[in-house]
């Protein structure tokens, strides 16, 4: 099943704005963590001057570390006002308010001129996008030629899910709306990208399913035991089959980066191995 | 000049790491040190002028003891040093002025006696016809001292010797506690809490904290360690601290080829028993009195930690354990577990603890808070009740911490602590260290320059006016050059 656009973004935002999905999830929501974050960073080679793009940014705070790390600007966008009001008082608190800026704005209309930025970084939620092929050709509209896309996103094999994940799809809509590795490539190389590195980091999402089972659990040695542990028994019953998709590959973690060719000639694109596309 | 075409260059064996300072371990002058990577093990090598190479095993993964470095913590300046800059690092103890960390632990030796005689014991202590106890006098100037280097300390542990003999011990406690000690320790064998019912209930009068040698659960382990079977008194010693509502630690000493299979047991007493918040391992101390070792085949941290993870496969992982920020990181390491129906709940499953605790990427964090809270708990001063305040902070806003004030009974730490030995002291971990010992006249030593570099000795001389023989360790290499000690240590023939 495929939750409607609406379903999806109304559903994210719950997700997001809740605190106690935010506990759950914890601070950093995307996989990886800020090693990851680095890597995709790094892999964007955008110069001190340039101008980074963080979209779908939550709390801004890989914005900020892509303003450390390239030493250049870098502009967090995200749906949520809420997430951009926080993510603007972060920056000002770490003082960090003259190269970092916040926008609040969807990803399939990015507010961003033709060629804006030097690079791209799109987190844990391309899966989120309702119109997939529009993100994509947005992401790519506003990056100058040369530039860079690194992107990492959940990977799901919808056929092979088990049973038991079918409830899990209906109420977390990233996953309802992951696509395979194979077709993540292929949507961005639609858009007139050229693909240089995939990678798949399964073990990056298995931590996350590894964080979210100790904080149900914590959370249920905590509540009170006339409190209703429904909801959390039954998010740690799901557990076992979600640790065995990933280890199936049914479920998983990639990056993707990808450039936007030079002078509309194409990018060279890696041969890519098979294996890496399942 | 041309090479022999023939003649093959040949790499050196291992990876050079750093070049520090140690000591002889037989005539503790201080000498150069290498330390090397071989074969994934972290090794260091120095030379004696007048006796010769040593080499001995610091840490058995290079990879663990490489990646710990960025937890290394800027240290924080004491409030006062005791002593001047004159000879250099380790002779000017302490804390002189290079120090590069305050005491977040300070220990106090009471007396040199003791009512065991263990195979084991890196004090030299036991039942002697020699010794000192310290007055109360004594130890109110050392409190002084420490006070007025930290402010406010926040542990100090009382040791010997046995402190539990000292005729006045329950007076010192208390001292300690009147002069605003966050927390006071009292470092024991348990066999006067075994024995003497009013004891216990004193120490908890006092609201002292019970930091009890165990060992393990094996006879042989007993034997082996503590030359008896101790394990009656030990269940009694329990029983009592959770009669009188004391807090324990379980403090193991872990030697290669005798306790090692314990792990797994200590660590499962730890969590279930009432009265116990806490598990310390420590690879045996090769200072003062030990078993014969080969100090390229000793314990280290790392294989401590493999060792738990190995022997509970469902609780614990190497990567729970977190290098310790405050010491040098290579010191010690630290899990904290949250227990619950199932079994233990690590933190690092709950935080990316890592990401807080990295220093050397040195970058503005979004939550410099959970870095405190992260900070307090990993640290050499860190008890069981530390984690309640992140988990507040770093949740705050939602229902679930407000429920967290009754999980405090259930969490669980786990700490893993290799002090070093005349074989494997390096200045450069020594240099931040922060568990000293406070010394009668109102020095803080760095607890393994104290035990190694010949302070020990000097101080028991002083306290007990009698002559103390230089100690060396009882080390396979060593055992042509050695005599006995009339304490059972040894030192040269």
Request: proline share 6%.
């Given at each position: 099943?495929?939750?409607?656009?609406?379903?999806?973004?109304?559903?994210?935002a719950?997700?997001?704005?809740?605190?106690f999905?935010a506990w759950?999830?914890g601070p950093?929501?995307?996989p990886?963590?800020?090693?990851l974050?680095?890597q995709?960073i790094?892999?964007?080679?955008?110069?001190?001057?340039?101008v980074v793009?963080?979209?779908a940014?939550?709390?801004?705070e890989?914005?900020?570390?892509?303003?450390r790390?390239?030493?250049?600007r870098?502009?967090?966008i995200?749906l949520?006002?809420?997430?951009?009001?926080?993510a603007?008082?972060?920056?000002?608190?770490a003082?960090?308010?003259d190269?970092?800026?916040?926008?609040?704005?969807?990803?399939?209309?990015?507010?961003?001129?033709d060629g804006?930025?030097d690079?791209?970084?799109?987190e844990c939620?391309?899966?989120?996008?309702?119109?997939k092929e529009?993100?994509?050709?947005?992401?790519?509209r506003?990056?100058?030629p040369?530039?860079r896309?690194?992107?990492?996103d959940m990977v799901?094999?919808?056929?092979?899910l088990?049973a038991s994940l079918?409830?899990?799809?209906a109420?977390?809509?990233c996953?309802?709306?992951?696509?395979?590795?194979?077709?993540?490539?292929?949507?961005?190389?639609?858009?007139g990208?050229g693909?240089e590195?995939?990678?798949?980091?399964?073990d990056a999402?298995?931590r996350?399913f590894?964080?979210?089972?100790?904080?149900l659990?914590l959370?249920?040695?905590a509540?009170s035991?006339?409190?209703?542990?429904?909801?959390?028994?039954?998010?740690?019953?799901?557990v076992?089959a979600a640790r065995e998709?990933l280890?199936l590959?049914i479920?998983?973690y990639?990056?993707?980066v990808?450039r936007?060719p030079?002078?509309g000639?194409d990018?060279?694109t890696?041969?890519?191995?098979?294996?890496n596309?399942? | 000049?041309?090479r022999n075409a023939?003649?093959?260059?040949?790499?050196r064996p291992e990876?050079f790491?750093?070049?520090?300072k140690?000591i002889c371990?037989?005539?503790?002058?201080?000498?150069?040190?290498?330390?090397n990577?071989?074969?994934?093990?972290?090794?260091?090598?120095k030379r004696?002028?007048?006796?010769?190479?040593?080499?001995?095993?610091?840490?058995?993964d290079?990879?663990?003891?490489?990646?710990?470095l960025?937890?290394?913590k800027?240290?924080?300046?004491?409030?006062e040093f005791?002593t001047?800059?004159?000879?250099g690092?380790?002779?000017?103890?302490g804390?002189?002025p290079?120090?590069?960390?305050h005491?977040?632990?300070?220990?106090?030796e009471?007396?040199?006696?003791c009512?065991?005689d263990?195979?084991?014991?890196?004090?030299?202590?036991?039942?002697q016809?020699?010794?000192f106890?310290?007055?109360?006098?004594q130890?109110s100037?050392m409190?002084?001292?420490?006070v007025?280097?930290?402010?406010?300390?926040?542990?100090?542990?009382?040791?010997?010797?046995?402190?539990?003999?000292h005729p006045?011990?329950?007076?010192?406690?208390e001292l300690a506690?009147?002069?605003?000690?966050?927390?006071?320790m009292?470092?024991t064998?348990?066999?006067?809490?075994?024995?003497?019912p009013?004891?216990?209930?004193?120490?908890a009068?006092?609201g002292a904290?019970?930091y009890l040698?165990?060992?393990g659960?094996?006879?042989?382990?007993?034997?082996?360690?503590?030359g008896?079977?101790l394990?009656?008194?030990?269940?009694?010693a329990?029983?009592a601290?959770e009669?009188?509502?004391l807090s324990?630690?379980l403090?193991?000493?872990?030697?290669k080829g005798?306790?090692?299979?314990?792990?797994r047991?200590i660590v499962r007493?730890?969590?279930?028993?009432?009265?116990?918040?806490s598990v310390v391992?420590?690879p045996?101390?090769?200072?003062?009195?030990?078993?014969?070792?080969?100090?390229?085949?000793?314990l280290?941290?790392?294989?401590?930690m493999k060792?738990?993870?190995a022997?509970?496969?469902?609780?614990?992982r190497?990567?729970?354990?977190v290098?310790?920020p405050?010491c040098?990181?290579?010191?010690?390491?630290?899990?904290?577990?949250?227990?619950?129906?199932?079994?233990v709940i690590?933190l690092t499953r709950l935080?990316?603890v890592?990401d807080?605790?990295?220093?050397?990427?040195?970058?503005?964090?979004?939550d410099?808070?959970i870095r405190?809270?992260l900070e307090?708990?990993?640290?050499?001063s860190?008890?069981?009740?530390?984690e309640?305040?992140?988990?507040?902070c770093?949740s705050?806003?939602?229902?679930?911490p407000?429920?967290?004030?009754?999980?405090?009974e259930?969490?669980?730490?786990?700490?893993?602590?290799d002090?070093?030995?005349?074989y494997?002291l390096?200045?450069r971990?020594?240099?931040?260290?922060?568990v000293?010992?406070i010394?009668?006249d109102?020095?803080?030593?760095?607890?393994?320059?104290?035990n190694?570099?010949?302070?020990?000795e000097?101080?028991r001389?002083a306290?007990?006016g009698v002559?103390?023989?230089?100690?060396?360790p009882?080390?396979?290499p060593?055992?042509?050059?050695?005599a006995?000690?009339?304490?059972?240590s040894r030192t040269?023939?």
């Amino acid at each position: 099943m495929t939750a409607t656009a609406a379903e999806i973004k109304a559903c994210c935002a719950a997700a997001y704005s809740s605190p106690f999905a935010a506990w759950l999830l914890g601070p950093r929501f995307h996989p990886g963590g800020r090693a990851l974050t680095e890597q995709l960073i790094r892999a964007l080679g955008v110069p001190p001057e340039g101008v980074v793009a963080d979209v779908a940014c939550g709390l801004g705070e890989s914005t900020v570390q892509a303003a450390r790390t390239t030493g250049s600007r870098a502009i967090g966008i995200d749906l949520s006002p809420d997430s951009i009001a926080a993510a603007r008082r972060a920056a000002e608190d770490a003082g960090l308010a003259d190269s970092v800026e916040f926008l609040v704005g969807d990803a399939e209309a990015l507010p961003l001129e033709d060629g804006a930025v030097d690079g791209v970084l799109c987190e844990c939620s391309l899966c989120t996008f309702p119109d997939k092929e529009r993100a994509a050709a947005e992401l790519a509209r506003v990056l100058k030629p040369g530039g860079r896309l690194a992107l990492s996103d959940m990977v799901a094999d919808h056929e092979r899910l088990p049973a038991s994940l079918r409830t899990l799809e209906a109420w977390v809509a990233c996953l309802a709306d992951a696509r395979p590795l194979g077709s993540l490539v292929e949507l961005l190389a639609g858009a007139g990208l050229g693909v240089e590195i995939v990678e798949r980091h399964d073990d990056a999402l298995a931590r996350v399913f590894e964080r979210v089972e100790a904080r149900l659990r914590l959370a249920r040695a905590a509540l009170s035991r006339d409190a209703d542990l429904g909801l959390l028994e039954r998010g740690l019953d799901l557990v076992p089959a979600a640790r065995e998709s990933l280890e199936l590959g049914i479920l998983g973690y990639a990056i993707v980066v990808a450039r936007r060719p030079v002078d509309g000639r194409d990018a060279t694109t890696r041969p890519l191995a098979a294996s890496n596309l399942v | 000049m041309r090479r022999n075409a023939t003649a093959a260059r040949v790499d050196r064996p291992e990876v050079f790491l750093e070049l520090t300072k140690s000591i002889c371990p037989l005539c503790k002058r201080v000498i150069d040190a290498e330390v090397n990577v071989r074969d994934n093990r972290v090794i260091m090598r120095k030379r004696c002028p007048e006796h010769g190479p040593f080499e001995a095993l610091v840490y058995s993964d290079a990879e663990l003891y490489t990646a710990q470095l960025r937890f290394n913590k800027p240290g924080t300046l004491p409030l006062e040093f005791q002593t001047e800059v004159r000879d250099g690092c380790p002779l000017d103890c302490g804390l002189c002025p290079e120090h590069k960390q305050h005491a977040c632990l300070g220990i106090i030796e009471v007396n040199s006696s003791c009512n065991l005689d263990c195979p084991i014991c890196f004090a030299d202590s036991g039942h002697q016809p020699d010794g000192f106890a310290l007055t109360l006098e004594q130890v109110s100037f050392m409190i002084d001292r420490f006070v007025a280097a930290e402010g406010e300390p926040e542990v100090l542990q009382f040791s010997g010797g046995e402190p539990s003999i000292h005729p006045r011990i329950i007076e010192l406690l208390e001292l300690a506690r009147g002069r605003g000690v966050r927390v006071v320790m009292l470092n024991t064998n348990g066999l006067r809490l075994a024995r003497d019912p009013r004891f216990a209930a004193d120490c908890a009068r006092v609201g002292a904290h019970v930091y009890l040698q165990f060992d393990g659960f094996d006879r042989r382990t007993h034997l082996a360690i503590r030359g008896r079977d101790l394990r009656a008194e030990k269940e009694r010693a329990l029983a009592a601290c959770e009669r009188e509502g004391l807090s324990v630690t379980l403090v193991a000493a872990v030697e290669k080829g005798i306790n090692e299979h314990e792990a797994r047991e200590i660590v499962r007493l730890g969590v279930s028993h009432p009265a116990v918040n806490s598990v310390v391992f420590q690879p045996v101390t090769h200072a003062g009195r030990h078993l014969v070792f080969d100090p390229l085949e000793r314990l280290t941290n790392a294989d401590v930690m493999k060792l738990v993870a190995a022997q509970l496969p469902d609780w614990f992982r190497v990567d729970d354990f977190v290098p310790v920020p405050c010491c040098f990181p290579n010191c010690r390491s630290m899990c904290y577990a949250l227990v619950d129906s199932d079994g233990v709940i690590p933190l690092t499953r709950l935080v990316e603890v890592e990401d807080y605790l990295d220093y050397v990427s040195n970058r503005v964090l979004p939550d410099p808070e959970i870095r405190v809270a992260l900070e307090r708990m990993f640290s050499a001063s860190a008890t069981p009740g530390a984690e309640a305040a992140l988990l507040a902070c770093e949740s705050c806003g939602i229902d679930v911490p407000a429920a967290l004030a009754g999980m405090r009974e259930h969490a669980f730490l786990l700490a893993v602590q290799d002090f070093q030995d005349p074989y494997t002291l390096n200045v450069r971990q020594l240099m931040k260290c922060c568990v000293e010992q406070i010394t009668p006249d109102g020095r803080l030593i760095p607890f393994c320059a104290y035990n190694s570099v010949g302070y020990r000795e000097q101080v028991r001389a002083a306290l007990a006016g009698v002559e103390v023989s230089p100690v060396v360790p009882n080390a396979v290499p060593l055992q042509p050059l050695l005599a006995e000690t009339p304490y059972g240590s040894r030192t040269m023939a």
